[in-house]
């Protein structure tokens, strides 16, 4: 309590809010989903044309790859992760858009 009375900092900012998730990520699990989504796509690397589909494109390509069902319900989910593995995108009237090349 004595050095929040001095006026000292007790909260995270954001650089140490970045340091924090850099050292966690090494001990985060991909989800399945996520595991499936590296098996058939990767990122579009910078020149490389690739497409650009929402979340929803993706899942629907991936369920036509497997013989689970996949939750349809959790795209918005599945989207927070893309943005997570720091897929390339951009906003559209559709949504949010990925670049993406499938792997075949």
Known sequence: MEAIYKGERYWLDDEDEKI???TNREFEQA???EQLFH???R??????E????????ILNYLQTKTRD???INKVAVFGRA???LNIPCRKSVKGTLYHL???E
Not at 43 to 48: I, L
Not at 50 to 57: A, K
């Open 20 to 22: 924090l998730k850099q």
């Open 31 to 33: 989800s399945p989903l």
């Open 39 to 41: 098996c058939y796509f």
């Open 43 to 48: 990122p579009a690397e910078e020149g490389e």
């Open 50 to 57: 690739g497409e650009w589909m929402t979340s929803m494109q």
């Open 69 to 71: 069902k996949l939750a």
């Open 82 to 84: 893309l943005q997570k």
């Open 101 to 103: 090349l499938k792997i």
